[in-house]
């Protein structure tokens, strides 16, 4: 069974940073794209970031050169690093692996960018 686990979430001051995590287990990794993806109130699921296997980035235009996108294929582990954050980042983060057949989605973990 594939699992997808977030962490990192929580609050922070605009302009802090936070780091999130999402561990996989129940399934290969390295070999699948990964993602991370956000939900603000009232708002469609957007797309964050993706890595692919051979460590190709892709990033939404709202968090170029804000956040960074990274993966550790050995502890089955893909990471965002959020910089200079603001409160139109507040949502609840998903993380996603792309496997061919379908997707898989984590529980999300809650991000809030307030002071």
């Known amino acids: 069974q594939v699992q997808l686990v977030e962490s990192g979430g929580g609050l922070v001051q605009p302009g802090g940073s936070l780091r999130l995590s999402c561990a996989a287990s129940?399934?290969?990794?390295?070999?699948?794209?990964a993602g991370w993806f956000r939900q603000a109130p009232g708002k469609q699921r957007e797309l964050v970031a993706t890595?692919?296997?051979?460590?190709?980035?892709n990033y939404a235009d709202s968090v170029k050169g804000r956040f960074t996108i990274s993966r550790d294929n050995a502890k089955k582990t893909v990471f965002l690093q959020m910089n200079s954050l603001k409160p139109e980042d507040t949502a609840v983060y998903y993380c996603?692996?792309?496997?061919?057949?379908?997707?898989?989605w984590g529980q999300g973990t809650q991000v809030t960018v307030s002071s």
């Open positions: 996603n692996l792309d496997k061919p057949i379908r997707s898989y």
């Open positions: 129940g399934t290969l990794f390295g070999i699948y794209t």
């Open positions: 890595i692919t296997s051979a460590g190709t980035t």
